[in-house]
């Protein structure tokens, strides 16, 4: 799966914005602040979640402009969009061929994979950003993930809003609440176990390459053979005074070790780090690619960067093998020398072949 063809409207510093890439890799350079990685975030909406960069919708609409935005991509013989209106900023539409649809339906239409600087903290950030990362890799693999995680965190929110407001809650209305935890918690669990595992497998076949090797493990509350339900209902007491739920999907942690030299992530240099985190990228799109028999789309922000010209070359090179659609961007064209490629120069705000 590719996108064909790229139409972006009033979104951040675009106001109007068309690529049709006639090549698998597309490579966007320009100046800082350009709008550059405005491009990828607006790609990162054609699948389930928030982007990118998390941001809230109204943030991506515009400035200047009517307050709403789309973006829409010609995947196949399929059109696929999303955007907002300006009566509703905060409310994201998606259409399918022009019919509307939950976003949940993205992801059987296109699998989306991105690395950006802001991930270079990852392994010494908190947790919660770490299940973020690890998700969208389940995601990927497991179309109704998304579905899941979102019922069961609405459902904590609601049991940890009835436990703090009321103790003499309804334990019927209570039991149905945890019930629903314990149905998606465990589906919730289920994938990301499966997608560890596989990706873990996957990261252990490799060659030694330029690239440092990962071994992936989960952390926290992860027993397939726990009666989650129970388990909630025992510590009600417990959760209504911390006013939160203290087990759960929801408190896992993905743990990532350097194999080369047996020590946690966290405690890597920074360029450690970053190549841990490429190979786990890279593997996870040929698993995907296997798997779903399609191949994803990447999305690297100022990856070339940070690489030496010798792991440059390779990770081009590994790209060009895994035969998907790749979306690139620096600030210096240099950086993607001898690359074949769809290259676009952008500047402020507005994108034209590079040269």
């Not at 402009?65 to 907002?84: E, L, R, W």
């Not at 995601?139 to 899941?148: E, F, I, S």
């Not at 149905?176 to 560890?196: F, I, P, S, Y």
């Not at 397939?224 to 739920?245: C, K, S, T, V, Y």
């Amino acid at each position: 799966m590719s996108l064909r063809r790229l139409s972006i409207t009033d979104f951040r510093n675009h106001a109007d914005a068309l690529i049709v890439p006639d090549h698998m890799f597309v490579v966007l350079t320009g100046e800082n602040g350009a709008g550059k990685t405005n491009i990828l975030e607006a790609i990162s909406l054609l699948a389930p979640g928030r982007g990118l960069r998390r941001a809230p919708l109204r943030d991506m609409a515009r400035q200047g402009g009517p307050g709403n935005f789309s973006v829409a991509a010609q995947v196949d013989d399929v059109t696929i969009g999303t955007g907002t209106t300006a009566d509703t900023p905060d409310r994201r539409l998606v259409r399918i061929n022009g019919a509307n649809a939950a976003a949940s339906a993205l992801s059987e239409w296109l699998s989306i994979l991105w690395l950006t600087p802001s991930m270079d903290r990852l392994f010494v950030d908190s947790p919660g950003g770490r299940r973020r990362f690890l998700d969208r890799l389940v995601l990927a693999l497991h179309a109704g993930h998304a579905v899941h995680s979102a019922r069961y965190e609405a459902a904590m929110r609601a049991r940890t809003k009835l436990l703090t407001a009321d103790r003499s809650a309804d334990a019927t209305w209570l039991a149905a609440l945890e019930a629903q935890m314990a149905e998606h918690g465990t589906a919730v669990a289920a994938a990301r176990r499966d997608t560890v595992a596989a990706l873990g497998e996957a990261l252990l076949s490799q060659a030694d390459g330029p690239f440092a090797r990962p071994a992936l493990a989960l952390e926290g509350w992860n027993e397939p053979e726990e009666d989650l339900a129970r388990i909630l209902n025992e510590g009600r007491r417990r959760d209504a005074a911390a006013a939160r739920a203290l087990v759960g999907p929801h408190r896992t942690d993905l743990a990532v070790t350097h194999i080369a030299k047996g020590q946690a992530a966290a405690l890597c240099s920074t360029g450690e780090q970053k190549a841990l985190l490429l190979s786990i990228i890279l593997a996870h799109a040929e698993l995907v690619a296997r798997r779903m028999k399609r191949k994803p789309v990447l999305l690297l922000d100022e990856v070339a960067a940070h690489l030496d010209p010798v792991r440059r070359q390779a990770l081009f090179e590994r790209l060009a093998a895994g035969g998907g659609q790749v979306w690139m961007t620096g600030t210096e064209p240099a950086l993607f020398e001898g690359l074949d490629a769809c290259r676009l120069h952008v500047s402020a705000g507005h994108v034209v072949p590079a040269g």
